[in-house]
């Protein structure tokens, strides 16, 4: 049983917490062997996922506590005893929806804006300020319900997306299948809207992030996944500082309030050449990897500072499971390479999230194999 030092100020009743490896990892710690979970775990490549789908529109089960808690479930349950987190079933375009735009998600084709941002007076259109707690209220039950229905298997993680994905998304109206050109061109023609409109997206992040961990939320991720459309500049000016400021207040939010200290992970897809700068200074207790670098390189650039996640490439679970055994055992020898006694710190993962055509079994295989080539070697 794991002893919980601050007590929230929420007084849920949680069932102890039976496995708190992910939590020692996010904190810098040596673990038997690698926590591992999945980007996207909880999804269309689960048959028991597409089932609920076929009754229930998207947004629905993502503002129905007891659907979004079923499906969070669901991998837990598949995979019993080799998932070592859960996620709350959402989506980072909620924070949008909050701010008074209308999002779609209309079946197999990603999300859509029917009236995107198109200029600088369009952000006269958004709420402002949000009353975070009162628009995604039904995060905050989702996630109370789903700690409680965990019953202390395995933490459960909470999340958003970071201040310059979601404008990228609020702006171009659509998924990444048509590139951001239009959310590009803003932060060059309107750089003083582009930041307005930055810093509003950060306040929601920030009280957003706040109240999961005050639902029970027990580590938070914020998901940078276009930051591989900026410069290595424009990452600097128009990502960065928010990322920053989110961990910031959320750690002095939570302090303020004596919750529990939940670490807090960042996923900044695309920004390998900013990770010695986040590992400095950004404040998260973790870096999620993409594919895109070697885990013995990420670990020379970061140091002690953090902890690590990630970062197979997703297309290995395509591969079949020869070279799924294989790519799992050279990442985790990537990782313990870089310190001799084993896994220090790291949380197993994809690189990006796991993609709708996955075979189940061969998810299963993967995780089998992290738990097979983790393991400290005493
Ligand atoms: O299991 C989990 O991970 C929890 C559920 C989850 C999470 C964490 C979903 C469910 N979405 C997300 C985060 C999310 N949503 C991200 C960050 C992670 C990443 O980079 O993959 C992003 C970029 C989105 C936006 C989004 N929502 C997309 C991507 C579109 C694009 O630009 O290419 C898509 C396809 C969605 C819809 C969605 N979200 C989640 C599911 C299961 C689905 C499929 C919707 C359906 O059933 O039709």
């Not at 995107?116 to 709420?127: E, T």
């Not at 201040?163 to 109206?173: E, N, V």
């Not at 659509?174 to 306040?203: C, E, M, N, V």
């Not at 709708?356 to 983790?374: E, N, Q, R, T, W």
Request: glycine share 8%.
């Amino acid at each position: 049983m794991v002893e919980i030092k601050h007590l929230p100020a929420v007084n849920h009743e949680f069932p102890p917490l039976k496995n708190d490896l992910i939590l020692r990892a996010a904190r810098g710690e040596r673990t038997e062997r690698a926590p591992v979970w999945v980007m996207r775990q909880a999804g269309r490549y689960l048959p028991e996922f597409r089932k609920v789908r076929e009754h229930h529109a998207f947004f629905d089960i993502c503002q129905t506590p007891t659907l979004a808690t079923k499906i969070t479930l669901q991998p837990i349950q598949r995979y019993s005893g080799l998932l070592d987190a859960a996620i709350i079933f959402s989506d980072i375009l909620v924070i949008p929806q909050a701010m008074g735009m209308i999002v779609e998600m209309p079946e197999g084709k990603g999300p859509t804006f029917p009236q995107p941002l198109a200029g600088p007076d369009d952000l006269a259109r958004l709420k402002y300020p949000v009353d975070v707690d009162h628009e995604l209220g039904y995060v905050y039950e989702a996630i109370t319900m789903t700690r409680k229905e965990l019953k202390g298997e395995v933490p459960l993680i909470g999340f958003c997306g970071s201040p310059w994905t979601l404008m990228a998304y609020m702006i171009q109206g659509g998924g990444s299948r048509g590139g951001f050109h239009s959310a590009k061109r803003w932060i060059f023609q309107y750089p003083a809207a582009s930041k307005d409109l930055l810093s509003r997206i950060t306040a929601v992040c920030i009280d957003f992030l706040i109240g999961q961990v005050r639902a029970g939320a027990q580590l938070v991720q914020v998901f940078d996944s276009w930051a591989s459309e900026l410069s290595p500049h424009d990452f600097e000016e128009f990502s960065l500082p928010y990322l920053t400021a989110i961990a910031r207040e959320v750690k002095a939010g939570l302090q303020a309030e004596s919750l529990h200290p939940a670490p807090m992970i960042l996923y900044p897809k695309g920004a390998n050449y900013a990770l010695a700068d986040l590992a400095r200074s950004s404040g998260y207790d973790v870096l999620g990897l993409d594919w895109c670098i070697e885990p013995k390189v990420a670990r020379g650039v970061v140091g002690d500072l953090v902890s690590l996640q990630g970062n197979i490439d997703p297309d290995i679970l395509y591969g079949g499971r020869e070279a799924i055994e294989r790519e799992v055992k050279r990442m985790c020898e990537g990782f313990r390479s870089s310190s001799t006694e084993g896994p220090k710190g790291w949380i197993a993962n994809l690189g990006h999230g796991i993609t709708p055509g996955v075979d189940p079994d061969d998810m299963h295989c993967f995780l089998s194999c992290v738990h097979k080539y983790s393991r400290q070697t005493v």
